[in-house]
């Protein structure tokens, strides 16, 4: 009888378990789950590189009355491109396509002042043939599963080639203004 009881009482626990989770993926609070989770992942690379990672998801950025952007990491100061910004936008959503994410990716990384924008979709809910990690320009978009720990990998490869990109590009921009004083001497 205690057998029966106690078998009784897990099956009703793990039904209310997957009702509960259940709920929770129609609603909104799923994203908000998959947003924190994708922040978690990211805070240990972050503290790992002496980077500083902010949610910024619930204030406005440069773009009055706009929160796009959930976080943002600012490189380091032992890092090359210190000071450098990457913005982090993550989607548990369905109606995204690549398109709608390249221009949402265009969206946080000027209205939170990024050089780059690192785009995680949740890959319960990713579009169809979206590559599972790609660069497009200054945006990379990539696909985890929190419940997959074999998609961590792809989360932090691609903070490391976002890490790059403002590298690259903190190299450029002093090649630049090299070239400009080159220029301004010859002209002087």
Do not use: M
Not at 56 to 74: A, F, N, Q
Not at 120 to 128: Q, R, T
């Amino acid at each position: 009888d205690r057998s029966r009881d106690f078998e009784l009482r897990v099956t009703t626990l793990l039904e209310k378990l997957v009702t509960r989770r259940e709920a929770a993926r129609r609603s909104t609070t799923h994203g908000n789950e998959f947003e924190q989770q994708v922040g978690e992942q990211l805070q240990v690379g972050c503290v790992a590189a002496d980077d500083v990672l902010e949610s910024v998801g619930d204030s406005t950025g440069l773009i009055p009355r706009c929160k796009v952007g959930d976080y943002v990491v600012t490189l380091g100061p032992d890092s090359s491109a210190a000071g450098a910004a990457i913005v982090i936008e993550a989607k548990a959503s369905g109606a995204y396509t690549l398109k709608s994410t390249l221009a949402e990716a265009e969206e946080a990384r000027r209205n939170r002042g990024a050089s780059v924008c690192l785009f995680v979709h949740a890959a319960a809910s990713a579009p169809a043939g979206l590559p599972e990690l790609h660069r497009w320009g200054h945006d990379i978009v990539v696909v985890w599963d929190p419940e997959d720990p074999a998609t961590d990998v792809r989360l932090k490869a691609a903070y490391l080639l976002a890490k790059f990109l403002c590298v690259r590009g903190a190299r450029q921009n002093e090649d630049d203004a090299a070239s400009f004083e080159e220029i301004d001497g010859a002209i002087e």
